[in-house]
């Protein structure tokens, strides 16, 4: 039925009809140039009207007049598609002509934007398009979203457009920035772990949304980072992967296996297990600079074992940033991974569980530990607070001289002794003023949910290295702002069992000899 429509009476003894002007022989694209030109000449006024309605009704019977509307309405949408097609190359022209750089400086700036705004501006007109389309753009993948967004085919798309040119991608599904509690003032970065996030609905609603929906990434989503022989992956420096439920371990390592040139890794809510990444990072990663690691199980992650920490130390020696949250580390793991990565700088380790502070023990002999600048110890369970007193004695003893940040904050306070229901509230163990006047550029955060531990107007203005601030149970979501470009709502169930042994710096090996 469609071939009559586009048919005329003239072109119906022709046995195949041309599908496109472009194919009628010379006579015939003068008669339906001229034809056409005569149509557009004519002025918009009542006088067309009536002459369709006239050759409507000049027809016998009712279904040639509805063939005759059906090819009026198809010829006008045809008309209309070819005037739109025609405006838009016009204004690609223009653009181009007015545009005041050229495509190569066009596609330097479009490269520095991200990826969401890149597909905007190549919507624009055909001129910005060939320029986005260039893989420059899409070095920088960022794909994370506060709510599914994107599924596997926008991943690989976005990835072969790069092709070699691939430098980083960012993918997963964000929760949304929590407001500051009232003690801070302390800008905030985005949370990780929240249970329900402010969108309202739960990780297990979000969950059962996606599977309803296409905007869902699956365990191969990354899939083309191992194609074209490898190459969009060879030149990977930055993966950060965030709550992709789907993705398990054996994805993970498909995934670091094609990025040997990896410098920045963060995961955060995968259901992986840290003993199988850091594997795959010591096999796969041997030039990374940075891994942050949050467990989407706080506190029930406790494989890790002693020679995964001991080939992790050997294999990737560049190791400047650590963060392991939320995982079942003992000291003496904790130990081998901050003592034997020499170029260390920044360790986070909030929110683990196990550990009571013990690695801390001498920590600076035989140079471990000496380029360390920030450490965060923040709601860890079992910290103890002797160790930590232990570790600020050796400060004010002239250890560690990079050291300027160090968070002990607590949402259940520090433990004392060996009875872990005996709780910590002060920080009045710490010589404060003595801290400040040998370490003036020294920023020590102790903030804990109740009791009353240091007179805060006894400091003068000058103080305000030191962040010392109490609240109540309900704000107990606290922030801070590092390189780690990320924190913890402390969230963990309040298990006062430590798995860690009270022991002597010798026996770490004994213990992990028998808990290993």
Known sequence: MEDSLLSSSSMAKRPKPPSSPH??????????????????????SPSIHTSFDRLIQSTD????????????????????????????????????????????????????????????AAATCSFFQKCAMDPLC????????????????????????????????????????????????????????????????????????????????????????????GAPGAHLRRLHLYNIERMDNTAL?????????????????????????LESVSKHCPLIERLV???????????????????????CPNITTLALKGFKLHDYKARMLVKGLRKLKHIDLSTSYSFTGAFLKNLSANGGGDHLEVMMLRDCMHLKEIEVELFMAAVLAGEFRLLRHLDISNREGLACGGDWYNRCYSASFIPIKELLEQR???????????????????????????SLSSGSHSSSHTAYHSVFMNTSDGSYNSDHGSGNEDSIESSFIIYEENSD
């Not at 976005?158 to 949304?176: Q, T």
């Not at 995961?267 to 990444?277: F, K, P, S, W």
Request: glycine letters at 4%; charged letters at 20%; proline letters at 6%.
């Open 61 to 120: 019977s009712d279904s040639d007049q509805n063939h005759l509307i059906q090819r009026a309405l198809h010829l006008g949408s045809l008309l209309l598609e070819a005037a739109n097609r025609s405006a838009r190359r016009c204004s690609s022209s223009h653009n181009a002509v007015v545009w005041p750089l050229s495509p190569d400086l066009t596609i330097k700036v479009f490269s520095m934007l991200d990826t969401q705004s890149v597909c905007y």
């Open 440 to 466: 003036p550029d020294f920023c020590l955060v102790a903030e804990f949910p109740k009791g009353s531990y240091f007179d805060v107007e006894q400091l003068t203005e000058s103080d305000v290295s030191l």
């Open 23 to 44: 194919l009628l022989p010379d006579s015939d694209h003068f008669t339906m140039d001229a034809l056409l030109s005569s149509f557009l000449s004519l002025s918009d």
């Open 293 to 315: 690691f949050e467990s989407s199980k706080t506190g029930r992650d406790d494989g890790l074992k002693y020679p995964t920490c001991n080939e992790f130390v050997l294999n």
């Open 138 to 229: 899409f070095a920088n993948i960022d794909l994370a979203t506060l709510v599914p967004k994107v599924n596997n085919a926008v991943v690989s798309t976005m990835i072969h457009r790069a092709g070699v040119a691939l430098k980083s991608i960012k993918l997963g599904v964000l929760p949304p920035i929590p407001a500051p509690p009232f003690f801070s003032s302390q800008p905030l970065v985005y949370s990780i772990r929240n249970s329900n996030d402010a969108s309202g609905f739960s990780w297990n609603d979000k969950r059962s949304r996606q599977g309803r929906e296409s905007s869902i990434l699956t365990r191969s989503c990354l899939n083309s980072l191992s194609g074209n022989g």
């Open 253 to 277: 390592l498909a995934s670091l296996s094609a990025c040997p040139s990896l410098l920045d890794l963060e995961i955060v809510g995968l259901h992986v297990e840290l003993r199988h990444t």
